[in-house]
Nanobody, 119 residues
Framework: QVQLVESGGGLVQPGGSLRLSCTAS????????MGWYRQAPGKQRELVAT???????NYVDFVKGRFTISRDNAKNTVYLQMNSLKPEDTAVYYC?????????????WGQGTQVTVSS
């Protein structure tokens, strides 16, 4: 079994910054893509950014230039640095990872961390 644990959410004023972290633990042989998604109240979960094990990144348009995804493969951890935050960034942010446990690949999710952007 694999667990993903997020941290770093909170309340921040517009224009502020937050850094989210997500660490995977458990039966891990290797981790392929890791990513961040978010879900605002009344909306569907949406992709924010992804990063491959080789460091190739992908961002949705509404965070380009403001958010940066990175990962530390030795620590099985992915980060999301969020700058110039806007009220519309308010959502629960979820970590996702494709994990190979030595026999199969599973898709895993964290429990989510709340990010609230408000003055």
């Amino acid at each position: 079994q694999v667990q993903l644990v997020e941290s770093g959410g909170g309340l921040v004023q517009p224009g502020g910054s937050l850094r989210l972290s997500c660490t995977a633990s458990g039966s891990i042989f290797s981790i392929a893509s890791m990513g961040w998604y978010r879900q605002a109240p009344g909306k569907q979960r949406e992709l924010v950014a992804t990063i491959t094990s080789g460091g190739r990144t992908n961002y949705v348009d509404f965070v380009k230039g403001r958010f940066t995804i990175s990962r530390d493969n030795a620590k099985n951890t992915v980060y999301l640095q969020m700058n110039s935050l806007k009220p519309e960034d308010t959502a629960v942010y979820y970590c996702n990872a494709g994990v190979y446990d030595g026999s199969s690949i599973g898709d895993y999710w964290g429990q989510g961390t709340q990010v609230t952007v408000s003055s």
